[in-house]
């Protein structure tokens, strides 16, 4: 993507961004008085944290609105390319020296402290850690979207969910079952639709991510499709553009035609189907002036504690285990990215670090010479 705009504040739109994400899930919630009512208070949080980040800003400090948290690197399935696995990741054995329940509690009270109103959970298959999901659910200035593949919601879990608000399992689902089940495993469909089920009987609010490929990007994409989310009571539908892993797996990833269509989908889908809210990534991309990774708009900390540009670019110069969340931040790696215009550039695929790995490495390299 080309960017020509100098004038871009993309703090502010940022800002914008999160107070009408907010606004778009109250109007989603409106027949759920429970769910209205945490949204409500909740954007009285979000306007609050953005305005300590707008200090920040003027004190010539930049505080992303977003975090992404992956608090484990164990899962229990083998998805076809996840990126993850191929990246060694996201492994079946029990994760050595990963972050402990206090570690992940100090990071999201830092979190907090500095402004950041959305924290992603994801692994691995982050539902593992249940001591961590308890942690996140006390920290009600803070919504955490849980990434997860759906296989260990229980009884436990649902009542977590329904204590606490600022807990929103996000279910990755590849479209219809034959779809789903072809990436994911046999079964993993319709144990997704049994969990819907249950969240929607239960009046709590969920919402599913689609992996965006150049095979499944109609049907993803179809009414039929996103209505029966709608009917299942689905609030908002994550598309993730595919990020290729390896050179056969470019064919997968979408190009300009796939990503035209997708963004004239949803700018249809936000227009009529008010219902859901739809966030494409990194489609939304283009109005941020470019790549929003290293902190820009949001940055990863891996289940170690390295502090990454992104969970597709999984590349650390500091770890939060040995610093602070607000030192991570402005680490070395993150401010060469951005201010070497990395993050401005065309790229292929659904990640432009992807394609700057071997200049990435070289930084981190020079960082340590």
């Known amino acids: 993507m080309s ?78 390319g996840c990126y993850s696995r ?91 079952k034959e779809t789903t089940d072809t990436r994911r495993g046999i079964g993993i469909y319709d144990k997704l639709i049994a969990n819907m089920d249950e969240l929607q009987r239960r009046g709590l609010i969920f919402g599913a991510s689609v992996t965006v490929t150049t095979q499944n990007i109609k049907e993803i994409c179809s009414n039929e499709f996103l209505k029966k989310l709608s009917d299942k009571g689905c609030k908002a539908v994550i598309f993730v553009e595919y990020v290729p892993v390896t050179d056969d797996s470019m064919e997968l990833a979408p190009g300009d035609e796939e990503r035209e269509y997708l963004k004239n989908r949803i700018d249809c889908l936000r227009k009529e189907h008010a219902e859901m809210v739809y966030i494409s990534f990194p489609g939304d991309e283009k109005d941020t002036g470019g790549c929003v990774a290293a902190e820009r708009g949001f940055f990863h900390i891996n289940s170690h504690g390295g502090a990454e540009p992104c969970p597709f670019s999984p590349f650390s110069d500091i770890n939060v285990r040995d610093t602070s969340l607000r030192e991570a931040i402005n680490s070395r790696l993150f401010r060469e990215l951005r201010d070497g215009g990395y993050l401005l550039e065309e790229h292929v695929g659904g990640c432009t670090l992807y ?15």
């Open 86 to 176: 191929c990246n060694q990741a996201t492994i079946d054995s029990e994760p050595v020296k990963q972050l402990t329940v206090k570690d992940w509690t100090k990071i999201f009270d830092e979190a907090d402290e500095l402004g950041i109103s959305f924290i992603l959970l994801a692994g691995g298959e982050p539902m593992l850690r249940r001591d961590v999901m308890e942690a996140a659910g006390k920290k009600q200035n803070i919504l955490f979207p849980i990434f997860t593949n759906g296989t260990f919601m229980d009884e436990k879990y649902f009542e977590l969910f329904d204590r606490c608000r600022n807990l929103v399992p996000i279910m990755s689902i590849e479209g219809e």
């Open 3 to 80: 960017i020509n705009n100098e004038n871009f504040d993309l703090q502010t739109y940022l800002s914008k961004g999160a107070e009408q994400l907010v606004a778009d899930a109250l109007k989603a919630t409106l027949k759920n008085p429970k769910e209205s009512a945490y949204i409500m208070k909740f954007a009285l949080a979000v306007r609050a944290a953005s305005k300590k980040r707008m200090l920040a800003e003027d004190n010539g400090e930049h505080i992303p609105s977003f975090l992404i948290a992956s608090i484990t690197s164990r899962c229990n399935l083998h998805c076809a």
């Open 355 to 369: 394609e700057k790995r071997n200049q990435v490495e070289k930084i981190i390299a020079e960082g340590k010479a």
